[in-house]
């Protein structure tokens, strides 16, 4: 492609799913209830972390921050892929399309960090229930909650100031859901090898790093139930398999997205429609629903709600 005399693009078209107008609305239909429901489940969760004086322990404000970020990853792309599937010009401005890369990888980025955390939590609350209150101090928390958001800000920017400097000139059919890295860097007018290279060590590397730290500290938790109390291993399997479902539903199609060479997953939407849509209204369900504690304290907060009424 002639970079000199192309003219420069001011908007990219959004692909989206495309298809005849019955699957547009059934589309369309089931991602608004799907958002409906994580915005709801996630502010209900938030609420009733930040209202309840008996959710008090490390583990609900690390619940309380993931549904916090689960809502932010899936408003960056879930309420403008919902009015594209009715829309005549599915565009979205260059603008926008950075604005949507930004924010995806500093709350994925921050996200991962924190899950993490999370399961060092778990970790520390398992293997040494003794300690856990003085090692998972207050201080330590909010480090690690400032940790994950330097983290995330750091990836993303790593990946921006490369991005935003890119020639766009001819080409400008995004052939995803959302714009992301590896589709829009395939449409810069200029040779892109070594810049797909850096996104692939820099978002392949940390999904694939995090996800392997994730899987071996799970593997720890389990070994030393097993050698230390046999009789609640199946406790803390029933625990742990929830993490590692979501873990697994999060990283699974970030890994193969980024950490690929570029071309064969990327424009996957069935991969992209799991993290940004599915994972963000299970957390709620598989964190908390299972956990009698935070049933019992959203009860409270509702009938307090209720009397007020
Ligand atoms: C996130 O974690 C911080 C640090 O522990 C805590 O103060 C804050 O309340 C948490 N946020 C939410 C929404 O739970």
């Known amino acids: ?179 992301d890295l590896p589709m829009v860097i395939k449409l810069a007018c200029i040779e892109t090898k070594t810049l797909e290279l850096f996104v692939i060590a820099d978002s392949g590397l940390l999904s694939f790093i995090c996800f392997i730290l994730l899987l071996f500290s799970y593997i720890v938790i389990l070994v030393t139930v097993k050698h230390k109390s046999p009789g609640r291993l199946s406790k803390a399997l029933s625990t742990l398999s929830a993490h590692i479902m979501v873990v697994t539903l999060f990283f699974g199609p970030c890994i193969f997205i980024y950490a690929w060479p570029f071309g064969s997953f990327t424009s996957n939407k069935v991969l992209a429609v799991f993290y940004t849509v599915i994972t963000p209204v299970l957390n709620p369900v598989i964190y908390t629903l299972r956990n009698l504690e935070m049933k019992k304290a959203m009860r409270k907060l509702w009938i307090q709600q209720v009397s007020f009424m």
């Open 1 to 179: 492609m002639d970079y000199e005399n192309g003219s420069s693009v001011t908007e990219f078209i959004l692909v989206g799913f495309s298809g005849d107008w019955q699957l547009q609305i059934f589309f369309f239909v089931t991602f608004s209830l799907i958002y409906g429901a994580t915005v709801v489940g996630n502010i209900l969760i938030i609420a009733t972390v930040a209202a309840n004086s008996t959710l008090r322990s490390p583990m609900y404000f690390l619940l309380g921050n993931l549904s916090f970020l689960d809502m932010c990853i899936t408003t960056v792309t879930t309420p403008k892929m919902i009015r594209d599937l009715l829309a005549e010009h599915k565009s979205i401005s260059l603008w926008g399309c950075m604005a949507q890369m930004f924010f995806m990888h500093l709350f994925g980025g921050a996200e991962m960090t924190l899950l993490i955390v999370m399961a060092f939590d778990r970790y520390v609350a398992i293997c040494k229930p003794l300690h856990y209150r003085t090692i998972m101090s207050h201080r330590l928390l909010q480090s690690s909650v400032l940790l994950s958001w330097t983290i995330g800000f750091i990836h993303t920017m790593s990946q921006m100031v490369l991005i935003v400097n890119l020639p766009f000139c001819g080409h400008n059919i995004v052939n995803n859901i959302f714009c």
